[in-house]
């Protein structure tokens, strides 16, 4: 710990009624009371006298000018019952980015330093507030920003992760045990387990944990949605509409998009990325055919695709082929991104039928709208919900993970797959071991367990040893 | 520096100094059981002149308990002992009366021979290459202290030893094998009497020295179950046990068809193994049951392990029957294997019994068995209580962490088995002999040796019971296979001169020819056509595409390179007809096991990097309070010098090691 003084915003930027600045660290009560007026007499409060976990109004304003920024709650909590086990305050302003801004400017004005991305949870781990995964929960919030992701995360704060883990982590540790006690015990009676059956309900249940944590993940890191369509629909326009903001070029030219644009927009708790992309068409010009690769890569990465649609025309052979490309990566299965058709410019009196396309992807919700005037988008996004939340629904009550615990995750779950190839291959007991013990030790980068304790432990509790 | 035998252009010590007159040795070992015999042995092939003191010079290399040698992790010690010029293994070729394989068929790192012992013999054979060893001297007496020097130096160092009939002996290094020695106390039933097995005395003078030089100790226990007169077991009733019908070798010797084996005519009452390629006894096979738990269980309060008067920590993996029956209460039978103790005696070890009930319960427990229904005991199962020095006052050099060349080695160290005894009497006396020419000590590595995976067990983790080596503790199983022992070792065993030139140029010749057979496998491109349509479904590697090298085709688990041979006429010469029987397995398990054991590395790479760096040396770990609670106190206590050392202590979680790294780099960054 450096034993300065640190502060950020400590709300979501651009959202909510209100947004706090936090500031941590020994000199926390002297920065604030250099940016806080409270009370009749308009006096900088005297934190250190007053009990802590206090709650005062009062005004932020500038240190230097004494010009009021905004109407703030302060609140006071002395060290250690605190977050980050530091005196803490937290100034309460209004929402807007604006207001906050300027305290936070005021605070550093003051004396602080802008912390670093999760400086805050770094201390509170390094001042043993918090074990390694409850601050890498806390991290995962932070940048989750949304209120399912909290709710995620707080479960993930009780052990959630590890409740799940366990029965994967048991399967795997059993087989562990009965294969080291075979190869160390030979005289001894060890009762035979049926290997392959133990392997694969291992696997499974570790798959089954992968696959939830990965909705966990859809409420973290947001889900990917690609628009896509023949050039000229109106997919930017759309974009916009769902955006309500100017960021992609909208021209009546076809094929201006040439690169793919994202922004970020928040659906009920999950933060949906939305990729525009370059109308898939074929096409010579070099430079959209670049666009048009990204865009299909970006279809590939999407978790669902809007597929825009001329409203006022025939679809077009373009449209046929688009539709196309998305119908054959449905019946793929697990990689096809679920799709919703949105009929563009139906505030247009030009109405033409778009039937040769929704029978190429039956099934797939139809709205239709106008990205000028606005009409259907909301549809179009509730349509959207109901795909993406589709998705994670499957998964009962998603566990949240960091890339950190799923990249050991999915270690464990690839070597437990090395050892069911081993074993159909008929390699002996000593190379499986290898491939079972790999996949504890990943485990147990989640789990906090080391090898050799838990399975010699097993090992004993479990087989009568010792001849 | 010298190490021969009392030098005679040694500088003279002022007259007045008795040292003069005093014997003067290059190392000392005390003790001359399983770990003081190699050490012994390794120190006198290094060229340092070695004294060998024991309480009773006829029970050099003795076994007080199982005699047998080898098994899942203690074979690969002992190919490793051989492989470092030792006696173990060379011995236990010679003494033995029964050779088995175990895990045929769970993979060549896990096979492992066990060897039955004439236990008589085997003493012999090794008490005989310890006087045939030149510079090398037994004598029977007592070390009741050691001389330890601690002025002008930060750190004591070792002098000598004093013993009780010849009073002080000088030493540059001393290397304590105590076993059980130390304040050791035999259990059974109600009777408790002082020693350190049955005949022998305890030394409790040794140990005091030891404890007022600041040694932490450890209470330990272990037991031995009893042994019957074979004239009264029925064993019709047991299912006999035959040695290998194939010729098995622990040493590499023996495999050179360059060992006799010492034999003796067996009595006619034991039970021949048909084998023709040496003599072996059978053992015999039976089980407890019901009754013998029902008597157990009644007897449990007159227990020593269960009434509270054995304190000492006993292994998990060697349980008395008494702890077998309280804790597995479903099981309805536990094994129990009869095993001649030689040749030409009568008593039978009863593998399975161990045990310190009281003697009558003993015997009503044996009489429940159908077999033993008749049987008499000759000598009665006890237990040993035993002061262990706690083993993190090693380095994994096996020297002391607390006195300079002073070496300990052995069961003294808290571990179990006479193969991990050797294991570490071997590197004890290899180091204690780098000591006194002042050399670099060797640290074997836990990707180099099982020895290595124990010393550092040993020296970094912290000690809850009795310490036995298992495969599973070696993280690169796949790599330490007894086959490859010699390849990793002989290196460093002529280094040291613990080889000769003959040996290390075979072993040199032999990795050569590997090399050049796998190249031909290599660089082989075979077609179906190569070969007839009905072989190549007895070979059962499916079909051979065009081009494919045998190196692939041996990779497919079904194939076998004897089969190959046969039918690709190519491998009928070249450097793979040069092979030996032994080592075409050995290339076939090397090829099959290779991209495995590729495998393990990487996985094993994957963590090299933090297994490798370095702690910061002055961290207060209590001070760390985001380390959990149990994690501070281990690490404070053992003081790793790495983070892989850190990694395998107990109680220490990967989330632990987490928490260290973001620590040690924000004290690299700012130093303070």
Redo the contacts between chains.
């Keep these: 710990m450096d034993g300065s003084t640190i502060a950020a915003i400590a709300t979501p930027p651009g959202e909510g009624g209100i947004g706090v600045v936090r500031i941590s660290g020994p000199e926390a009560p002297e920065i604030a009371e250099r940016v806080f007026r409270h009370g009749k007499a308009n006096r900088p409060p005297r934190l250190r006298r007053l009990r802590s976990h206090r709650l005062l109004y009062g005004r932020v304003v500038d240190p230097v000018t004494e010009e009021p920024i905004d109407e703030a709650l302060l609140a006071w909590m002395a060290a250690p019952n605190t977050y980050t086990r530091e005196d803490t305050v937290e100034l309460s302003c209004h929402g807007g980015p604006v207001p906050v801004r300027e305290t936070l400017r005021a605070v550093l004005a003051a004396g602080a330093r802008h912390a670093e991305p999760g400086e805050f949870t770094l201390r509170a781990f390094l001042n043993g507030r918090l074990d390694l995964t409850q601050a890498e929960a806390v991290l995962s919030v932070v940048s989750a920003r949304t209120v399912e992701g909290l709710r995620l995360a707080v479960a993930d704060l009780g052990g959630e992760l590890s409740r799940r883990i366990r029965p994967a982590r048991d399967a795997v540790l059993s087989l562990l045990a009965f294969l080291d006690a075979a190869a160390d015990f030979p005289e001894d009676e060890i009762p035979p387990v049926d290997i392959d059956v133990e392997l694969a309900a291992a696997e499974a249940t570790l798959r089954d944990v992968i696959a939830g944590a990965r909705a966990g993940l859809l409420f973290r890191e947001g889900a990917q949605v690609a628009i896509v369509g023949r050039p000229n629909v109106g997919k930017s326009s759309l974009l916009n509409a769902l955006l309500r903001a100017d960021r992609a070029i909208v021209t009546p030219i076809a094929g201006t998009t040439r690169d793919v644009i994202s922004e970020t927009i928040t659906l009920r708790g999950i933060p949906v990325t939305l990729l525009d992309t370059a109308g898939i068409a074929e096409t010579t010009d070099i430079v959209e055919q670049i666009g048009i690769e990204r865009s299909q890569r970006a279809l590939a990465a999407a978790a669902a695709a809007i597929l825009v649609l001329d409203g006022t025309v025939s679809p077009s052979s373009d449209d046929l082929k688009v539709a196309r490309l998305l119908a054959d990566r449905l019946p793929g299965g697990e990689d096809a991104p679920p799709v919703v058709i949105a009929i563009n410019k139906r505030d247009l009196p030009d109405r033409a039928a778009q039937e040769p396309v929704l029978a190429l992807l039956p099934g797939c919700p139809v709205v239709e709208i106008s990205s000028l005037t606005g009409k259907g988008i909301a549809d179009l996004e509730a349509a959207l919900l109901r795909v993406l939340e589709g998705e994670a629904a499957a998964q009962t009550r998603p566990a949240l993970i960091t890339a950190r615990q799923h990249a050991a995750l999915d270690r464990a779950l690839n070597h437990l797959r090395d050892a069911i190839a081993a074993r159909a291959a008929g390699y002996p007991l000593d190379l499986l071991a290898t491939d079972v013990r790999a996949a504890f030790r990943a485990l147990g980068e989640v789990t906090g367990e080391t090898v050799d304790e838990a399975v010699l432990t097993e090992i004993f509790s479990r087989f009568c040893i010792g001849k | 520096m010298h190490c021969s035998v009392s030098n005679p252009l040694r500088i003279l010590p002022p007259m007045n100094d008795d040292s003069l007159t005093r014997p003067r040795y290059d190392v000392i070992v005390v003790g001359a059981g399983h770990a003081g015999c190699e050490a012994a042995l390794a120190a006198a092939r290094a060229g340092c002149s070695t004294l060998v003191v024991t309480p009773n010079l006829d029970r050099v290399g003795y076994m007080p308990c199982n005699p047998s040698i080898g098994?899942?992790?203690k074979s690969h010690i002992v190919a490793e002992v051989d492989a470092l010029g030792g006696e173990m293994a060379r011995a236990a070729d010679r003494a033995a009366l029964q050779m088995r394989l175990?895990?045929t068929?769970?993979?060549?790192?896990?096979q492992?021979i066990?060897a039955q012992e004439d236990k008589l013999l085997y003493a012999l054979a090794m008490k005989e290459a310890l006087e045939r060893q030149p510079g090398l001297h037994l004598c029977q007496d007592e070390v009741v202290s050691l001389r330890i020097e601690t002025d002008g130096d930060d750190r004591p160092r070792v002098r000598g030893v004093v013993t009780r009939a010849r009073g002080e002996i000088d030493a540059e290094a001393v290397i304590i094998t105590a076993g059980t020695f130390l304040r050791g106390a035999l259990i059974a039933g109600e009777s408790r009497t002082v020693g350190a097995r049955a005949g022998d005395d305890a030394d409790n003078e040794l140990a005091n020295s030891l404890s007022e030089r600041g040694f932490r100790l450890r209470r330990l226990k272990t037991g031995t179950p009893p042994r019957v007169d074979a004239r009264t077991v029925n064993f019709s009733a047991c299912e006999p046990q035959d040695g290998s019908d194939e010729p098995l070798w622990l040493s590499r010797d023996g495999t050179a068809g360059e060992i006799e084996p010492l034999m003796v005519p067996p009595l006619p009452l034991h039970r021949l193994s048909p084998a023709a390629w040496r003599p072996q006894l059978a053992c015999f096979r039976t089980g407890t049951n019901e009754q013998t738990h029902e008597l157990i269980r009644a007897n449990l309060h007159r227990a020593p392990m269960f009434n509270g008067s054995i304190q000492g920590t006993g292994p998990?993996?060697?349980?008395s029957v008494e702890d077998?029956v309280a804790?597995?209460p479903d099981?309805p039978t536990?094994?129990v294997?009869l095993e001649p103790e030689g040749w030409r005696t009568t008593e039978l070890y009863v593998?399975?019994m161990?045990t310190s009930l009281p003697f009558d319960v003993q015997d009503a427990a044996l009489r429940t068995i159908p077999a033993l229904r008749e049987a008499r005991i000759t000598r009665y199962g006890y237990a040993v209580e035993y002061d262990a020095i706690d083993p993190s006052e090693l380095s994994p050099t096996m020297e002391s962490r607390r006195v300079r060349n002073l070496f300990l080695a052995g069961q003294v160290n808290g571990t179990s088995g006479y193969e991990e005894a050797a294991g570490q009497g071997i590197l004890a006396g290899l180091n204690a002999a780098n000591a006194v020419r002042q050399r670099p000590l060797v640290v074997l590595g836990r990707d180099q040796a099982y020895i290595g995976v124990m010393a550092d067990d040993l020296a970094t983790k912290p000690f809850d019971e009795p310490y036995r080596m298992?495969?599973?503790?070696a993280e690169y199983?796949?790599l330490l296979r007894p086959d490859t022992a010699d390849d990793r070792l002989a290196p460093l065993a002529y280094e040291h001169g613990l080889i000769d030139r003959a040996r290390y140029d075979a072993v040199t010749a032999e990795r050569a020819l590997l090399d050049e057979a796998i190249e031909q496998l290599r660089s082989l491109r075979v077609a179906s056509s190569d070969v007839e349509r009905g072989d190549l479904d007895a070979l059962g590697i499916g079909s051979v595409q065009q081009g494919v090298t045998i190196e692939t085709l041996l990779r497919?688990?079904?194939a076998m390179l004897a089969a190959l041979c046969r039918a690709f006429p190519a491998l009928q010469s070249g450097p793979i007809a040069r092979l030996s029987p032994r080592l075409l397995r050995r290339l076939e398990d090397e090829v099959k096991?290779g991209a495995?054991i590729e495998?393990?590395a990487r996985?094993v790479a994957r963590r090299a990097a933090l297994e490798r760096r370095p702690l910061p040396e002055h961290v207060n770990y209590l001070a760390?309070?985001?380390?959990?609670f149990e994690a501070r106190q281990k690490l404070a206590q053992y003081r790793p010098k790495t983070f892989g050392e850190a990694?395998?202590l107990?109680g220490?979680?990967?989330?632990?090691i987490?928490?260290l790294l973001?620590?040690a780099t924000?004290l690299e960054a700012?130093p303070r």
């Design positions: 098994g899942p992790g175990l895990n068929s769970k993979g060549p790192a896990v492992a066990r998990r993996y060697c349980p077998k804790r597995f099981k536990h094994p294997f593998q399975g161990s298992l495969t599973s503790r199983r796949l497919r688990p079904g096991y495995f495998r393990e996985e760390i309070s985001s380390l959990r990694s395998r107990p220490v979680t990967p989330a632990d987490a928490v973001v620590h924000r700012s």
